[in-house]
């Protein structure tokens, strides 16, 4: 990509950041391309469609949480690490309000933007939670696909106002439910 090509895309990104942050993925792709000082046919050239958008957004972060969990798997113990991680990708996801409704669909669409990363990052997520239910500390009649719709549902509660202020502790009620009696105290911290 030319640089001036590259520093006009990352200025879309920047400013779809800010837009998507204080709207949620459902925001306007007109008024990003507004706030940008571009054309709708200029952000649709960088970003055909707003998966695309919402998959050069979320790819950072996604691919961070991945290492993450690779990092989690040699340096803590398992239910420390499944722990961490569901803390950070209710982080990572409650960033843009909205976002869980687009990432449970693409992870289910091969032929979504989306879909690469989530499913990495639903891969990395299985790793940890089949490392703790290998050491006995985790249930064993859950698998990696019940694992990211929990943790969706717990970044879905963050965007809730109503319910935002019960999230922390739905977080520690879903944690101790997928933790057995041995890993539950690492639950609670945070």
């Given at each position: 990509?030319?640089?001036?090509?590259?520093?006009?895309?990352?200025?879309?990104?920047?400013?779809?950041?800010?837009?998507?942050?204080?709207?949620?993925?459902?925001?306007?792709?007109?008024?990003?391309?507004?706030?940008?000082?571009?054309?709708?046919?200029?952000?649709?050239?960088?970003?055909?469609?707003?998966?695309?958008?919402?998959?050069?957004?979320?790819?950072?972060?996604?691919?961070?949480?991945?290492?993450?969990?690779?990092?989690?798997?040699?340096?803590?113990?398992?239910?420390?690490?499944?722990?961490?991680?569901?803390?950070?990708?209710?982080?990572?996801?409650?960033?843009?309000?909205?976002?869980?409704?687009?990432?449970?669909?693409?992870?289910?669409?091969?032929?979504?933007?989306?879909?690469?990363?989530?499913?990495?990052?639903?891969?990395?997520?299985?790793?940890?939670?089949?490392?703790?239910?290998?050491?006995?500390?985790?249930?064993?009649d859950i698998d990696g696909t019940d694992l990211f719709a929990?943790?969706?549902?717990?970044?879905?509660?963050?965007?809730?106002?109503?319910?935002?202020?019960?999230?922390?502790?739905?977080?520690?009620?879903?944690?101790?439910?997928?933790?057995?009696?041995?890993?539950v105290a690492s639950a609670g911290e945070g």
């Open positions: 990509m030319r640089a001036d090509a590259r520093k006009n895309h990352d200025h879309l990104l920047a400013v779809a950041d800010a837009v998507i942050t204080e709207q949620g993925a459902d925001a306007s792709l007109r008024d990003i391309a507004r706030r940008a000082g571009v054309g709708l046919a200029t952000l649709f050239r960088h970003f055909p469609t707003r998966e695309a958008l919402l998959e050069a957004l979320l790819r950072d972060g996604f691919d961070e949480l991945t290492a993450r969990a690779a990092e989690l798997e040699t340096t803590s113990p398992p239910e420390e690490a499944l722990v961490a991680w569901l803390r950070d990708f209710v982080a990572c996801a409650h960033n843009y309000r909205g976002v869980t409704a687009a990432m449970m669909t693409a992870i289910e669409d091969p032929q979504s933007a989306l879909h690469a990363s989530c499913e990495a990052m639903r891969s990395a997520g299985t790793r940890l939670l089949a490392r703790a239910q290998a050491e006995g500390v985790a249930r064993t929990l943790a969706g549902s717990l970044a879905w509660l963050h965007d809730q106002p109503a319910l935002a202020p019960r999230a922390d502790r739905l977080f520690g009620v879903v944690v101790n439910a997928i933790l057995t009696k041995s890993g």
